[in-house]
C-alpha cells in the first residue's frame, strides 16, 4: 500500500483545493492520519471507498476527541554580542497564545476486499462552542450511522447530512455533553469511607474533615 | 390465646410422629411465603449471567423454592436488582416495583446495585437501586458466586419466616400504613428529578466524636 | 383519512391502547398508506432483549414495518472512567465490557497498550494468551447457541447444556486468575500468573472431551427440523450490506465475506496455527448458529496445536513496567477477533499516566447498525431471534 504522502499527494492533484495534510503520530505505534477539511470529506471519503488501489470499505471506528482551549508558550532566544562578537548573555521573550480549543473525529478505515489498513482520517470542527458542525460520512459507510451518534450524544459535534441525527445513549431531555472535558457532574456525592483523589475534593463539601491523629478514629455513621 | 400452656417443642415432634402437626397461622403464612419465592426475570449487567448460573443444573435456585423465573411482574415475588442501575434505567426499575403485587422483596445484588459498584462516579449511574426502593437483601460482590446469590435468597428467607402477622413489626404488606406505589422518576435536563426518594433514603451523617 | 378497505372506519373515534405496562408501551399509529399500524416498544424489560435493550417496532398486522432500536440503558460511562484512570486500572473495566468473555477484551486493551508504548510480549504469553481467547471463544459460542435455542423457544434446556460446560470452562478460569468472570488476567507485556502443568492438563482434558459435547449439542439442534423451519430464511444479511455497515465477526462470515482478524491482521502467534475459516452462504440465522458451531470446532483445533506447541519463558516480559507506566505522547489503535467480532481500542496517550482519550470500538454495537434491515418484513417472534443471532453483550453496547 502506498504511502500516507503519497495518498495526500494523489488526493490533493484529484481534488484541487482541498485541505489535506497528514498528522504525524510521535510514539511508536507510528499509525499516522489524514487531516480533510470539511468541504471536500465527503467527496474525499467516496474516493477512497471506491477507488481500486485502495479499496477502503470499512470504516471499522468513529471516534470524537475533546480538545479544550490551550495556552502555548513561544520562547524566542536571541544572543546578546559585544563588540568581539562572542555572546555576553541570551534574551529570552516569552509570548503566550491560545489555541482555541476544537472537537475532532477520527474515523478508521480498513480495507476487507484488498486487506490492508488502516487509513485514519481527521476532522475537525471550527470551536468549541458554536461552530460545531462537520460533515456526515454516513452517506459512504454506513457503519458511521450509530458513531456518529453518539459521537453527537456525548461531544455535541453537529454532523451534517446524517439521516438520523439524535441522542442515542442518554435520555433525549439531557442538555449536556458528558465527554466534553469541562463536564461537571450534578453533585450527588454519596458517603464513601475512603475518599481520595478528585472525590476527596467532593467529599470536603459534604461532610466535616476528620480531626488529624489517632482520636479521629472514632466517628459513627448515622443514617 | 394467652392462657394457652405453651407446647414445648419435644411435644410437638412427638404429635407429629403421630400424624398431628400443631402449627400457628404465623408459621404456616410465613413458611409458605418463604419456600416459594418467585424471582422476576429481571438481568441488568454482569450479575446477571451469575444468577442465570445460579438456576442453572450447578448451583439450582429451584430446590430453594424459586422454580420458575417469571417474565412479568404481575406474577413474580422477588426482584432481584442484579447489575449496574443506570439513571435512564432507573424509573423502569420503579415502576416494575410498583407493578408486583405485594408480599414483594427485592435483592440488591452486586456492588453496583448497592451503591453504584465500580461505575460509581459516573454521570449516567444510579449511586444503588436502594434510592428508590426499598431493599430487604444486600449480596456485595463483584460478580457475586451463585453460591452467594443462594446465601442471600436464605438469609431471605429467614427474613421472611420471622415476619410477625399483627402488630408494628409486621412486614410492610400487612400493614395498613404503609405505601405500596413509590413515585416514578423524571428525566430532567442533568439528573434524575428526583435524584432519590427522601421517604426510601437518606444520605448518611457522620457524627464524629472526638 | 379513509382507508379504502374499511368502510366505517373512523380515525377520531379511534382510543389508543390502556396506558404503559413496564417497557410494553402500545399504541395504535395512524398512517396513509398503511391503515392502522400498531407501535410495539419491546423492552427495556423483557426476556429475550439479552439484557436492557428496547426495540421500537411499528407492526403492520403482523410484520415488521420499522424498527428503531434505543441503547443507553446501560451506559455506564467506561470511557469517561477511562479518562480519569491509569492504564492497568482500566484493565478491570474491560472485563466488564463483553461480561461473558473478559479474556479477550483484556487481550485486546493489552494489545493496544502495548503498541501504543511499543511493548515486546514474549512467546509463551502469546500462546497462553491464544489458549485463553479460543477457551473464551469456546465459551461464548455455547452459551450463545443456548440463549437462541431459548430464544426459538427451546425453553432452557440446550442453555442448561450450555451452562453445564460453562461451569468447566469457568474452573480452569478461577483456578488461573481466582475469578469466574471477571478474570483480569492479561497485562502489558505478557500475562499476569503463569499457568501450572496441572491446569495446563486440565485444559487438555476440556479440549479433548469438547468435540464430544459438540456432538451431542449437534445431535439435538442442527437437524432439528423446528429450528431450520424457524431459522433458514430468516434475517438475512447481503455481504455488500455487511461490509458497508462494519459489521465484523461471525455475522459477516455467515453472509460470506471471508474476513477473520486472526487471519488478516495475525497477531499474537496465530499464523502459526492451522486453521480453516467457515463461511456462509445466505446470511441467515441458520448460517450463523452453523458458523459459531463450526468456529467452535477449529477453536478446538487451535487449542490442540496450542498445548502441544506450548513453549517454555516468562510470562511476562522482564522490562514491563507495571507501575508508573506512562507512554509517550502518541496514539494507536489495536484490534483482536473476538468472539462477537472485531473489538478493538483506541488510546491517545499525552505522556500521563491517565490516558487522554479511551475509547472501545464494541463488536456489538456497531453490528447492530443492520438490526432494523435484517427484520423488515419478518415477525415479532423473527425479530426476537434475529436479535439473538447477533450475538449482543449490553456491557459493550452501551459501554
Excluded at chain 1, 433525549?172 to 475534593?201: A, C, N, Q
Excluded at chain 3, 433458514?232 to 455488500?240: K, M, T
Aim: aromatic share 8%; proline share 8%; charged share 25%.
Amino acid at each position: 500500500m502506498e504511502t500516507l504522502e503519497q495518498l495526500r499527494d494523489r488526493l490533493l492533484a484529484r481534488f484541487p483545493g482541498a485541505e489535506v495534510s497528514v498528522v504525524t503520530n510521535p510514539g511508536p505505534a507510528a499509525q499516522h492520519s489524514l487531516l480533510l477539511g470539511p468541504a471536500h470529506a465527503r467527496a474525499i471519503a467516496l474516493f477512497l471507498r471506491d477507488d481500486p488501489a485502495l479499496k477502503l470499505d470499512q470504516c471499522s471506528n468513529v471516534t470524537g476527541v475533546d480538545w479544550p482551549d490551550k495556552q502555548i508558550t513561544d520562547t524566542v532566544r536571541t544572543p546578546v554580542l559585544d563588540a568581539a562578537g562572542a555572546t555576553v548573555r541570551i534574551l529570552e521573550e516569552k509570548t503566550t497564545r491560545l489555541r482555541p480549543g476544537y472537537l475532532e473525529i477520527v474515523y478508521h478505515l480498513y480495507s476487507i476486499a484488498l486487506r490492508h489498513g488502516p487509513v485514519i482520517l481527521r476532522l475537525r470542527t471550527t470551536n468549541r462552542t458554536d461552530q460545531v458542525t462537520a460533515p456526515s460520512l454516513t452517506p459512504v459507510w454506513r457503519a458511521c450511522e450509530f458513531q456518529e451518534r453518539e459521537v453527537f450524544d456525548l461531544f455535541g459535534v453537529v454532523f451534517d447530512g446524517h439521516p438520523d441525527l439524535r441522542r442515542i445513549l442518554m435520555w433525549p431531555e439531557f442538555k449536556d455533553h458528558p465527554m466534553r472535558k469541562d463536564y461537571v457532574e450534578p453533585d450527588d456525592y454519596e458517603w464513601e469511607p475512603t475518599p481520595h483523589g478528585t472525590v476527596l475534593e467532593k467529599a470536603k463539601g459534604h461532610y466535616p474533615p476528620p480531626a488529624a491523629g489517632p482520636a479521629a478514629k472514632t466517628e459513627e455513621l448515622k443514617n | 390465646m394467652s392462657d394457652a400452656p405453651a407446647i414445648t417443642p419435644a411435644e410437638r415432634d412427638e404429635l407429629r410422629r403421630h400424624g398431628i402437626l400443631l402449627t400457628s397461622l404465623q408459621e404456616l403464612y410465613t413458611w409458605g411465603n418463604s419456600n416459594s419465592v418467585w424471582p422476576l426475570n429481571f438481568g441488568l449487567a454482569c450479575c446477571a449471567i451469575e444468577m442465570i448460573a445460579a438456576s442453572m443444573a450447578k448451583f439450582d435456585i429451584a430446590r430453594f423454592g424459586s422454580e420458575v423465573f417469571r417474565p412479568s411482574p404481575r406474577q413474580a415475588d422477588l426482584l432481584i436488582v442484579s447489575g449496574t442501575v443506570t439513571k435512564k434505567m432507573a424509573p423502569q426499575v420503579v415502576r416494575l416495583w410498583n407493578q408486583m403485587p405485594e408480599p414483594k422483596y427485592c435483592i440488591a445484588m452486586g456492588a453496583c446495585a448497592i451503591s453504584g459498584g465500580p461505575f460509581k462516579q459516573g454521570y449516567n449511574v444510579l449511586k444503588g437501586i436502594d434510592r428508590f426502593i426499598p431493599v430487604d437483601i444486600y449480596i456485595p460482590g463483584c460478580p457475586p458466586r451463585p453460591e452467594a446469590l443462594l446465601h442471600g435468597l436464605v438469609e431471605l428467607q429467614k427474613k421472611i419466616k420471622g415476619f410477625q402477622l399483627t402488630g408494628p413489626d409486621a412486614p410492610r404488606h400487612l400493614r395498613a400504613d404503609s405505601q405500596c406505589d413509590f413515585p416514578v422518576p423524571e428525566f430532567g435536563e442533568h439528573d434524575l428529578d428526583p435524584p432519590a426518594n427522601p421517604e426510601v433514603w437518606k444520605a448518611p451523617t457522620i457524627v464524629r466524636t472526638k | 383519512m379513509q382507508s379504502s378497505l374499511k368502510s366505517n372506519f373512523s380515525p377520531s373515534a379511534l382510543q389508543p391502547f390502556s396506558p404503559s405496562i413496564a417497557g410494553s408501551h402500545v399504541r395504535a399509529v395512524h398512517d396513509e398508506f398503511h391503515g392502522d399500524l400498531l407501535e410495539v416498544s419491546m423492552g427495556p424489560h423483557h426476556p429475550s432483549t439479552h439484557g436492557v435493550f428496547r426495540m421500537i417496532v411499528t407492526l403492520d398486522g403482523e410484520t415488521i414495518v420499522k424498527l428503531k432500536p434505543v441503547f443507553g440503558y446501560l451506559h455506564r460511562n467506561h470511557e469517561k472512567i477511562g479518562e480519569n484512570t491509569t492504564y492497568l486500572a482500566s484493565m478491570p473495566y474491560t472485563d466488564r465490557l463483553d461480561y461473558l468473555c473478559s479474556m479477550t477484551n483484556n487481550w485486546a486493551y493489552a494489545l493496544a497498550v502495548e503498541k501504543l508504548a511499543g511493548q515486546p510480549v514474549p512467546e509463551r504469553a502469546e500462546y497462553v494468551r491464544v489458549i485463553l481467547a479460543e477457551i473464551t471463544r469456546l465459551l461464548n459460542h455455547t452459551c450463545l447457541a443456548g440463549f437462541l435455542m431459548q430464544d426459538c423457544g427451546c425453553s432452557g434446556t440446550p442453555l442448561m447444556y450450555a451452562f453445564r460446560e460453562r461451569e468447566y470452562i469457568l474452573d480452569l478460569f478461577e483456578a488461573l486468575s481466582g475469578s469466574r468472570m471477571m478474570c483480569n488476567y492479561q497485562r502489558f507485556g505478557g500475562c499476569r500468573v503463569d499457568p501450572s502443568s496441572d491446569w495446563l492438563a486440565g485444559a487438555k482434558k476440556l479440549t479433548d472431551r469438547y468435540g464430544a459435547f459438540l456432538d451431542e449439542f449437534e445431535a439435538l439442534l442442527t437437524g432439528n427440523e423446528i429450528i431450520m423451519a424457524r431459522t433458514q430464511g430468516v434475517g438475512r444479511l447481503s455481504p455488500e450490506l455487511a461490509v458497508s455497515a462494519g459489521v465484523t465477526g461471525p455475522m459477516l462470515r455467515a453472509t460470506g465475506v471471508n474476513h477473520d482478524l486472526r487471519k488478516v491482521d495475525a497477531y499474537g502467534v496465530y499464523s502459526r496455527f492451522d486453521f480453516r475459516v467457515p463461511l456462509g452462504d445466505h446470511g441467515d440465522v441458520y448460517d450463523r448458529y452453523m458458523i459459531r458451531v463450526l468456529e467452535m470446532r477449529e477453536s478446538i483445533r487451535i487449542l490442540q496445536q496450542a498445548l502441544a506447541g506450548l513453549p517454555a519463558g516468562p510470562i511476562i516480559d522482564p522490562g514491563a513496567k507495571l507501575r508508573g507506566f506512562r507512554p509517550k505522547p502518541g496514539e494507536a489503535y489495536g484490534r483482536i477477533e473476538g468472539p462477537k467480532g472485531e473489538i478493538g481500542f483506541y488510546l491517545i496517550s499525552d505522556g500521563t499516566p491517565n490516558p487522554l482519550r479511551y475509547r472501545v470500538r464494541a463488536p456489538s454495537f456497531v453490528n447492530l447498525t443492520v438490526l432494523e434491515d435484517m427484520c423488515l418484513g419478518h415477525t415479532v417472534a423473527d425479530a426476537v431471534i434475529i436479535l439473538g443471532s447477533v450475538d449482543i453483550v449490553l456491557g459493550e453496547v452501551d459501554r
